[in-house]
């Protein structure tokens, strides 16, 4: 990587000396193996990182989609150094997601191996335009519910409608209607619950008239979340929509119930730091106000 000059000659010459040396002394092929590359570098993150992480089905697979499948890409024989870093960064449209996926994996195998790289300016990401997604009606979505017969498929639909789950999570979850207010615990896996989730009530969808369903799909602990969301799919293949439509449509109508977007991230599963204490005492109120009215009948 030297230039082409005289001050880059010397630089060669410099380099080509110091390798003499180290071959003299039996030094060169021992410095050669204490090299960091990539092949030696995700090896090595990958034995530390399943030491902290239990082996599921799900966590494997995203192993497998995520790390594997994109240090796989990379040339394994490079250095993995700062600037490595940068060049595979680089290689990614600037403010991509790519780009931002690419820092996600790099950051964790870097900071394991004590490589100080500040990775936040290219964590960001903007898109070229704000994605329209269309919603069916919700007298469209009634109406596919009170002509399902099949019960189970017409409760695992009224509960996806007024609880906005993720189409697996309706295999992973402690329906508690009994309860007051009635409300359901999604599991993250065996052990730990991962968060509990309020219904926002759908006019014409009686949700809470039907016996709980069970499905005749046979599932394990084993079962990847993809396949159970498959299910599910599958299922919805006979409606004019699909399960996640209706998991967009609980943040719309949470939106327009006045319902604090802090809580309605949490019952949904996502993130959403506190910005105004104001803003959520006053949320709170209306949540509270939400909590009474979703112990009333849906048709209310």
Not at 267 to 280: I, K, V
Request: hydrophobic share 35%; aromatic share 14%; proline share 5%.
């Amino acid at each position: 990587k030297c230039k082409a000059n005289t001050e880059g000659l010397r630089i060669a010459l410099a380099k080509a000396k110091e390798i003499d040396a180290q071959i003299l002394l039996g030094k060169w092929e021992d410095e050669q193996k204490n090299k960091l590359t990539v092949a030696k570098a995700f090896d090595q993150f990958s034995k530390d990182y399943w030491v902290k992480h239990s082996k599921t089905v799900d966590s494997v697979y995203n192993w497998e989609q995520n790390y594997l499948k994109f240090f796989s890409e990379l040339p394994e024989d490079e250095l993995f150094n700062i600037s490595f870093i940068k060049k595979v960064i680089a290689s990614y449209p600037s403010g991509s997601y790519m780009q931002k996926k690419a820092c996600q994996l790099l950051r964790p195998v870097a900071k394991f191996h004590k490589i100080d790289f500040n990775f936040t300016p290219y964590m960001s990401y903007q898109t070229g335009s704000v994605q329209i997604k269309d919603l069916p009606s919700m007298d469209l979505i009634v109406e596919v519910w009170q002509n399902e017969k099949y019960l189970p498929h017409k409760w695992g639909l009224g509960v996806l409608a007024v609880f906005g789950l993720r189409p697996h999570e309706i295999f992973k979850s402690d329906f508690l209607f009994d309860q007051e207010p009635q409300k359901l615990l999604v599991w993250k896996n065996t052990k730990t619950k991962d968060r509990t989730v309020f219904p926002i009530p759908f006019d014409g969808i009686d949700l809470f008239s039907i016996p709980i369903q069970k499905f005749t799909f046979k599932w394990d602990d084993e079962t990847p979340n993809r396949k159970l969301g498959g299910k599910v799919s599958n299922w919805f293949i006979k409606y004019p929509f699909n399960a996640y439509q209706l998991r967009h449509l609980y943040a719309v109508r949470g939106a327009m119930k006045g319902i604090s977007p802090t809580f309605l991230s949490k019952w949904m599963g996502h993130s959403l730091p506190y910005r105004d204490w104001e803003t959520d005492r006053k949320s709170t109120r209306l949540n509270s106000s939400h909590s009474a009215k979703s112990r009333m009948p849906s048709s209310a």
